[in-house]
């Protein structure tokens, strides 16, 4: 068979691109993950400056068909409308990488949102991340209070897990294994591979980890084991509020009091001058607190309705939400309704917040309004943003602290020290010290072998 010479014309052409790849639009590649991080140090605060940070987000269902202001005007309200409006005519918003005609443009499936703009993110305490115990699996660190866990919010590098990443490398993948609200303080375990993060994170879920904290309460805690067996409900989740409720989730705390301190003297003079209320006036317990269960807010919760709620919480001990009682022995709601809980706390939010994010009642109000974070008045000279005020105390800590974590076999057991709250004020004797769990173990262990 002879070969036979293909003719150059009936080669086949070459490819036509369809769709011609084109580069990503600045916007899409602002810098948002500057190395090293901006932090630095000032009155006592950790700060990170200011940085162009990109958000890109795909449009969701309720988005589809709907014009582009309206969706940021309905969905991303930390921000005026004015300022979203002028955000998407100099293009400091677009769809998929490109710049809108206006701000009419509707919203199609598919298609994703970027938003670039000048991040501010609140300071945090300057306190260091310390260090209980390391090995090659684990670090056990002492949070410190006010520092969020994860980035969330307006939180970003100011968060445990971007501050270690920024002291060990950039590298370092921190994997913590358990869970502290921003405000708690105290131990939390860090994972170096997930091997060893997914290991200790199911031996928490089996409760078979036993775990304490202590807490300063308003008044003067009964003395013995008590035990709160109350079901906890989310009465509302966009507000994370939770209540003692009989069709809610079981749950149980052993609490036992450490100490009592009075009211000093000068605090007591102050109060007679401004206000009578008696449930002002009655010192503070520092309390041990040893959660079987694990629901959200559960020592809280069950504080407040034991009567003796965190003296510093901002939802709990809110009188200007709970009134006088502060929820005490109200599990049926007949003192206040879900309702009226939530609209009282949903008003605080809307009304209060310009004025002051830290939540402060009639006694906070007379020591701390000072201190609390408000807006100053002033704008960013770049993006014009107002800028918030530092946080005052009350924005930093909660007087809840995770004061250890054991195997309820005996393999383990880290301990952090008390914080200073829980030390004996100036001019008073008390414990500096708590023994061992076996008192608050005793209490459940025969309904709860799991832990004893």
């Known amino acids: 068979m002879a070969l036979v010479e293909v003719p150059q014309e009936t080669a086949y052409p070459p490819l036509e691109e369809k769709k011609p790849f084109t580069e990503p639009a600045p916007v899409l590649v602002t810098p948002c993950d500057p190395w090293p991080r901006p932090y630095f140090l000032e009155n006592g605060l950790r700060r990170v400056a200011p940085y162009h940070y990109t958000y890109n987000t795909y449009c969701k269902e309720r988005w589809r068909g709907r014009e582009l202001l309206d969706i940021f005007s309905s969905e991303f309200r930390d921000r005026p409308l004015e300022y979203y409006k002028d955000a998407i005519e100099r293009g400091a918003v677009v769809v998929n990488g490109k710049a809108v005609p206006n701000t009419s443009h509707i919203v199609k499936n598919g298609d994703v949102i970027s938003h670039t703009l000048h991040r501010h993110e609140p300071p945090v305490t300057a306190l260091p991340i310390s260090v209980l115990h390391e090995d090659e699996d684990m ?42 609200d921003r405000l708690t303080s105290g131990v939390m375990f860090i994972g170096k591979n ?49 209540r003692v409720r009989a069709n ?6 052993v609490f036992k009091k450490l100490a009592y301190y009075p009211p000093a003297n000068n605090e007591q003079n102050l109060l007679d001058g401004t206000n009578s209320d008696k449930s002002k006036k009655e010192g503070y317990s520092i309390v041990r607190c040893l959660p079987v269960t694990g629901r959200t807010h559960q020592l809280r919760v069950h504080l ?21 009682r502060l929820g005490f022995n109200d599990a049926d709601a007949s003192q206040d309704t879900d309702e009226d809980i ?5 008003r605080m939010g809307k009304s209060e917040v310009a004025d002051a994010v830290a939540y402060h009642d009639e006694m906070v109000d007379e020591y ?17 943003t107002p800028l918030y005020t530092d946080p005052g105390e009350q924005e930093l800590t909660l007087w809840l602290h995770s004061l250890r974590y054991e195997d309820a076999g005996g ?20 414990p500096t010290q708590v023994g061992t769990m076996e008192e608050l173990v005793r209490a459940v262990k025969d309904e709860n072998p799991e832990i004893a």
């Open 411 to 430: 393999s383990w057991s880290y301990v952090s020290p008390l914080p200073a709250w829980a030390l004996p004020p100036d001019g008073q004797e008390g």
């Open 368 to 384: 701390n309004k000072k201190k609390a974070e408000k807006m100053s008045g002033e704008l960013c000279e770049v993006c014009q």
């Open 342 to 346: 939530i609209t009282r706390l949903s």
């Open 194 to 242: 997930a091997k060893a993060a997914e290991k200790l994170s199911m031996q928490i879920t089996a409760r078979t980890v036993r775990k304490e904290y202590i807490a300063r309460v308003k008044g003067e805690f009964p003395d013995g084991e008590v035990v709160c067996d109350m079901p906890i409900l989310q009465i509302s989740p966009k507000l994370g509020l939770n």
């Open 139 to 180: 670090i056990v660190i002492n949070k410190p209070a006010g520092v969020p866990v994860h980035p969330a919010g307006r939180y970003n590098f100011n968060s445990v897990v971007e501050i270690m990443r920024a002291e060990r490398g950039y590298g370092f993948n921190p994997l913590p294994c358990n869970r502290l």
């Open 304 to 324: 407040q309705f034991l009567g003796h709620p965190i003296a510093n919480d901002p939802i709990y001990c809110n009188q200007r939400v709970w009134g006088s």
């Open 248 to 253: 809610g989730k079981a749950a149980r705390t």
